[in-house]
Nanobody, 115 residues
Framework: QVQLVESGGGLVQPGGSLRLSCAAS????????MAWYRQAPGKQRELVAT???????NYVDSVKGRFTISRDNTKNTVYLQMNNLQPDDTAVYYC?????????WGQGTQVTVSS
């Protein structure tokens, strides 16, 4: 079955950390560019971080220095380590796999940053 399954979301206090995971199945994971997006209530979906099949990474300015995207091709999994979380990071976080015209989304995991 072709799918992406996210996990690791939850409620955290400002300044806290979470690590999101996204497990892929049914695709040749290592050849795909993987990405994390997020969507806050009333806002458009935003690209947060990408990692290519060669492990080059890019981040939106608002998370640089706080978030780290990584991948483990032996586990078909991409991660998003999120440190120093702030209330503005509250959103549903989505995993994405893309290669050419192929584009696959996970179901999303909620991250809430609140005291």
């Amino acid at each position: 079955q072709v799918q992406l399954v996210e996990s690791g979301g939850g409620l955290v206090q400002p300044g806290g950390s979470l690590r999101l995971s996204c497990a892929a199945s049914g695709i040749s994971f290592s050849i795909y560019t993987m990405a994390w997006y997020r969507q806050a209530p009333g806002k458009q979906r935003e690209l947060v971080a990408t990692i290519t099949n060669g492990s080059s990474t890019n981040y939106v300015d608002s998370v640089k220095g706080r978030f780290t995207i990584s991948r483990d091709n032996t586990k078909n999994t991409v991660y998003l380590q999120m440190n120093n979380l702030q209330p503005d990071d509250t959103a549903v976080y989505y995993c994405n796999a893309r290669r050419g015209p192929f584009n696959l989304w996970g179901q999303g995991t909620q991250v809430t940053v609140s005291s």
